[in-house]
Nanobody, 116 residues
Framework: VQVVESGGGWVQAGGSLRLSCAAS????????IGWYRQAPGKEREFVAS???????NYADFVKGRFTISEDYAKNTAYLQMMSLKPEDTAVYLC???????????WGQGTQVTVSS
């Protein structure tokens, strides 16, 4: 399974970005797909996920600002990020879970930089 993120970049505080995460090499409709992020010197932290049945889950610090969605036909998830803050600066990493029981697969990450 290959996982490729895209859409990162630089934006001023208050701006928006949309990240994409495309999974290939699996014939399953993904059981779950989601995002973590890791800022320099900090531990990786959960951001958002979407599972079968469109069940979404968000970290408290992104609720109301970020929205995760999935195009099941394309095995691609999107993370729409709005009202970005400098503290959102991090490498955003996508994971996919092809089956409810089984390994997760990770992408290389995409850098998001928010300037004040």
């Amino acid at each position: 399974v290959q996982v490729v993120e895209s859409g990162g970049g630089w934006v001023q505080a208050g701006g928006s970005l949309r990240l994409s995460c495309a999974a290939s090499g699996t014939t399953f409709n993904l059981a779950a797909i989601g995002w973590y992020r890791q800022a320099p010197g900090k531990e990786r932290e959960f951001v958002a996920s979407i599972a079968i049945g469109d069940t979404t889950n968000y970290a408290d610090f992104v609720k109301g600002r970020f929205t995760i969605s999935e195009d099941y036909a394309k095995n691609t998830a999107y993370l729409q990020m709005m009202s970005l803050k400098p503290e959102d600066t991090a490498v955003y990493l996508c994971y996919v879970r092809p089956q409810m029981i089984g390994p997760d697969y990770w992408g290389q990450g995409t850098q998001v930089t928010v300037s004040s």
